[in-house]
């Protein structure tokens, strides 16, 4: 039996339709691999533009506009390309390249807001640990975000519990944030407990010890204050130490010249 006029017609115009989409992919391949070069020499500009003019031929690759937004990360451009790479990895989620660049462009944007818009630098963390989970490090610096602010404090105990889950190896750090936290939240007991556990670990620590010096201020607790103060000031070779030294100097005259119930009378 003779295949019908219809039935080849169609096969005809199915065997275009794959030959073009083979030349499409061979050709935004082709475009892919100009970019690499030119990030390989160094080129970051050039690849930038290169980036725009294969986009124009070839605007449904994920590989091509994946590298269009990296572009922008690697020329520290505007968000650092987020928008492309949100584009890139929706139309290629199992493109390894795609999910890299833009778990790499979240974590990197999220630095360059770190001291000026913490809550979008947290966003931005996060976005990345959903993508890649096993970063422990990146969980205890979230930890440390909210820990560092009063008002948002009780938020890091859950962090800094994933960072412990996840491996984050530096044990002193977790406990001291999380006294951190807790002196912040106002439970001053909970928050001793924490950071002198924190400081037997690591004994030779002047910030830490600074901070607990805070802490006993807080707490009311004069003789451990300038105790905790006097320690910070054996530490001569810190340079933290140095930039407080005449600030702390100031707070213990005064403490022995007022003697007990100087936090009282200072308030």
């Known amino acids: 039996m003779k295949p019908s006029l219809t039935l080849i017609k169609y096969l ?20 892919n691999a100009r970019i690499q070069e030119l990030w390989n020499s160094g080129s970051y500009e050039k690849a930038l533009a290169q980036a725009e003019k294969a986009l124009a031929l070839y605007p449904k690759d994920a590989e091509l506009l994946g590298r269009y937004g990296y572009c922008h990360k690697i020329l ?10 949100e584009r890139a990895y929706a139309l290629g989620p199992g493109n390894p ?23 979008e630098t947290i966003a931005r963390w996060t976005r990345a640990l959903e993508l890649e989970p096993a970063m422990p490090d990146y969980l205890q610096e979230i930890g440390k975000l909210y820990a560092d602010w009063p008002e948002k404090a009780a938020l890091a105990f859950p962090w800094l519990e994933r960072a412990e889950e996840a491996g984050y190896a530096d044990r002193a750090q977790l406990l001291y944030l999380r006294g951190v936290a807790s002196m912040h939240c106002g439970r001053f007991a909970e928050a001793d407990a924490f950071m002198r556990e924190s400081l037997a ?24 204050w300038a105790e905790a103060l006097e320690l910070d000031l054996g530490f001569t070779q810190s340079d933290f130490v140095r930039s407080q030294e005449v600030n702390i100097r100031e707070n213990l005259s005064a403490y022995y010249r007022r003697g007990p119930g100087l936090f009282a009378k200072a308030r």
Not at 12 to 31: K, M
Not at 76 to 85: A, C, E, I, S, V
């Open 97 to 119: 390249l795609i999910k890299i660049w833009l778990v790499d462009a979240n974590l990197a944007y999220g630095w360059k807001l770190y001291g000026s818009d913490p809550l």
């Open 12 to 31: 005809f115009i199915l065997a275009c339709g794959a030959t073009v989409a083979l030349h499409a992919q061979s050709g935004a391949a082709q475009q």
């Open 201 to 224: 670990l690591e004994p030779e620590s002047p910030y830490r010890l600074y901070v607990y010096a805070s802490l006993q201020y807080k707490w009311g607790r004069e003789e451990a």
């Open 76 to 85: 520290q451009r505007g968000d650092f390309g987020l928008g492309p790479l």
